[in-house]
Nanobody
């Protein structure tokens, strides 16, 4: 069982930045594939960014160049640095871990981009 705790969400003005954190339990964090997803009201959950156990990253097209996913293995934490935020980035952001063919989700953190 992997437990995930997200933090770092909040209210930010358009053009601003936020960094989300996701702390994972367990001693095998380096073997987890991690991802950030988001879900806006009335919309399906979508992939934002992902990082494999080997450290390879991929991003949804609309996030490329603005968002960066990275991890600190020593802290069992994955981060999502979000820059140049837009109102359409408003959503609940979820962290996901994939390990031993199981998916684990965090509780989500709200990001609101508004002036």
């Amino acid at each position: 069982q992997v437990q995930l705790v997200e933090s770092g969400g909040g209210l930010v003005q358009p053009g601003g930045s936020l960094r989300l954190s996701c702390a994972a339990s367990g001693s095998s964090f380096r073997l987890y594939a991690m991802g950030w997803y988001r879900q806006a009201p009335g919309k399906e959950r979508e992939l934002v960014a992902a990082i494999t156990s080997g450290g390879n990253t991929n991003y949804a097209d609309s996030m490329k160049g603005r968002f960066t996913i990275y991890r600190d293995i020593g802290k069992n934490t994955v981060y999502l640095q979000m820059n140049r935020l837009k109102p359409e980035d408003t959503a609940v952001y979820y962290c996901k871990a994939k390990f031993n063919n199981n998916d684990y989700w965090g509780q989500g953190t709200q990001v609101t981009v508004s002036s």
